[in-house]
């Protein structure tokens, strides 16, 4: 990805997750957009319950990052800090 194409995918990476936080705000948690590499790492911070979920790791890699690979083809994962 370029850095002219990185603040676009970042915006559409901003609206889905924005898509998404809503459901996780249904059981206690959130997600964070924090930044994304040039090689399509999404970089996001779980809060509230999803910080200490037990199933934190399902919720970010089955969801939000299956959720952001369906409709960005440039994300290749996504990883929390």
Known sequence: MTDQ????VEQK???ALAQIR???QQDGGDVEY???TAE????????GHCHSCPHAMATLKQGIEA???K????VKSVEKI
């Not at 194409?5 to 676009?8: H, S």
């Open 40 to 47: 399509g790492v999404v970089i996001v911070k779980l809060k």
């Open 34 to 36: 924090v930044d994304m």
């Open 22 to 24: 809503p459901y996780l």
């Open 71 to 74: 409709v960005i083809p440039e």
């Open 13 to 15: 990476v901003k609206n």
């Open 67 to 69: 959720a952001l690979k």
């Open 5 to 8: 194409e990185k603040p676009i």
